[in-house]
């Protein structure tokens, strides 16, 4: 069965969605040969993946590594060319731009990088490494008024504009990861995927990092995709979450209603690993461990995909031939996505 469109427009609220991607599809080509290259076969990051997000929330995107997140987040930002899909930001249909069009877009939506080590040019100031989106889309003026908004960027995310011909190796891990926030605000976007931004950094930095974003989309009214794969930090900072698995969506809810319900055998597994400090509640708990390794992306299981894993998977039911639907079990008119053959 074809998987069900969950998009803004087939759930008829378009009035506040700032983002809206449809049935997007992610193929990275596998070829042999130097010269005569031929195609072997396709690596399907992403398959049929839509979701919408409103004016000023936060998604959240979590699963496992190698599950098509951050190739996600990259395909919104047009980083990556769709194999297919549609994704609308602001009513603009950004796969059908090219060129100039997508860089002017990309004002509007920029990108926090996992890794806050390599995602500075250590050859580039701190001034510099902010200031440079201000000079490409010509923000300021002149030199003067530059150098006062990336100084006033750095007092906002919580630098000491005095280290702005500093450069990215004499500063800590989580100042690092500031610098590259001050960097995605400086053009004043209206939305921002958020790449794992804190799986680098220390425990203790990490809350301060997550405080921040919050207290920035506050006051910048900024939307989020939050990628990440700890479930509890995505509930701390998400109103709604989506569950990934090799490419697909599993599962999307509000936040709250995935936590205290969740449908999907797969989502359960991966609540049941978050540690809870209480040691009784602990010990007493179900926990669901996930046998056998994740399937290549390249030769997906029929079916469901998650089938290869899935404790309760059953032939009756069609788990290991045919492909779910994408639908709301959802009741009292709440929103409960999933794509699973026995909920």
Sequence with gaps: MATQDITASSTGRLNNVLLDVRDLKMYFPVTTGIIFQRKLADIKAVDSVSFFIRRGETLGLVGESGCG?????????????????????????????????????????????????????????????????????????????????????????????????????????????????????????????????????DVSIQAQIINLLEELQREFRLTYLFIAHDLSVVRHISDRVVVMYLGKLMELADRIELYEKPLHPYTKALLSAIPIPDPVVEANRERIILVGDVPSPMHPPPGCVFQTRCPIASDAHGCRTVIPEWRNAGVGGKEHWVACHRV
């Design 69 to 201: 997140k951050t190739t996600v987040g990259r395909c919104v930002l047009m980083l990556y060319q769709p194999t297919a899909g549609d994704i609308v930001f602001e009513g603009q249909h950004l796969t059908k731009m090219r060129g100039r069009d997508i860089r002017r877009m990309r004002r509007r939506m920029q990108v926090i990088f996992q890794d806050p080590y390599a995602s500075l040019n250590p050859r580039m100031t701190v001034g510099s490494i902010i200031g440079e989106p201000i000079v490409i889309h010509n923000l300021a003026p002149n030199r003067r008024e530059r150098k006062e908004k990336v100084q006033e960027l750095m007092r906002i995310v919580g630098l000491n504009p005095y280290y702005a011909n500093r450069y990215p190796h004499e500063f800590s891990g989580g100042q690092r990861q500031r610098i590259g926030i001050a960097r995605a605000l400086a053009v004043e976007p209206t939305f921002i995927v958020c790449d794992e931004p804190i799986s680098a950094l």
